[in-house]
């Protein structure tokens, strides 16, 4: 192979790894967005629970102390989501793809 073939393969290496790079940081965005909306159901499953099954008591209110930190835990997630994404956006731009 003469040096120039070699500078190309080492070009195309750099801008495969690069692509999985931002691939994989995409995919762990995503993975995070629903890791925010698994624990935001989980919330609000524990709230009915304890709003349903324990009428009377402390932990009524517990209950519906849960339903708007659920809430606030999915717009949160939705918040960085796009946030990140935005970043990525950038450093894609930025890297040439």
Partial sequence: MTDEQLENARD???VDTFKLAVHRTELANRRTL??????????????IV????LED????YVGWA???IAAMCVLIGVDDYHRVKKSINEEKRDGGL
């Fill in 12 to 14: 195309r290496r750099n």
């Fill in 34 to 47: 629903m890791a925010y909306i698994r624990t935001a159901i989980g919330l609000t499953a524990a709230s």
């Fill in 50 to 53: 304890l709003l349903k099954l």
């Fill in 57 to 60: 008591g402390w932990l009524t």
């Fill in 66 to 68: 849960l339903l708007p």
